[in-house]
Nanobody, 123 residues
Framework: VQLQASGGGLVQAGDSLRLSCAAS????????VGWFRQAPGKEREFVVG????????YYADSVKGRFTISRDNVKNTVYLQMNSLKPEDTAVYYC?????????????????WGQGTLVTVSS
């Protein structure tokens, strides 16, 4: 499966953005999808994940209550709605896919990665 992340941009603190992760190739509905981010000078970290059947979601504590993940298997797309953005959310955001996965936080769970989209939140 090939992944294409999009929707990043420059916003102000408190604004919202919606990222998209579009998939092509094998049946997307069979894949868990996770969003990870990497801020300048920091290691990549888990943000949120959704299981292959959409039944489970997992959020990093730093984004709980502000970010929401959803999937549209008809459109082969997973969305990350980000509200109340903070400067510390500034990072390159990556989506990743795990065949019949649970959407957990470990990077090693995911076999397929998109190219990343930059989110910059100004104060």
């Amino acid at each position: 499966v090939q992944l294409q992340a999009s929707g990043g941009g420059l916003v102000q603190a408190g604004d919202s953005l919606r990222l998209s992760c579009a998939a092509s190739g094998r049946a997307f509905s069979s894949y868990a999808v996770g969003w990870f981010r990497q801020a300048p000078g920091k290691e990549r970290e888990f943000v949120v994940g959704i299981s292959w059947n959409g039944g489970k979601t997992y959020y990093a504590d730093s984004v709980k209550g502000r970010f929401t993940i959803s999937r549209d298997n008809v459109k082969n797309t997973v969305y990350l709605q980000m509200n109340s953005l903070k400067p510390e959310d500034t990072a390159v955001y990556y989506c990743a896919a795990d065949y019949y996965g649970g959407g957990g936080a470990g990077e090693s769970l995911y076999d397929y990665w998109g190219q990343g989209t930059l989110v910059t939140v100004s104060s």
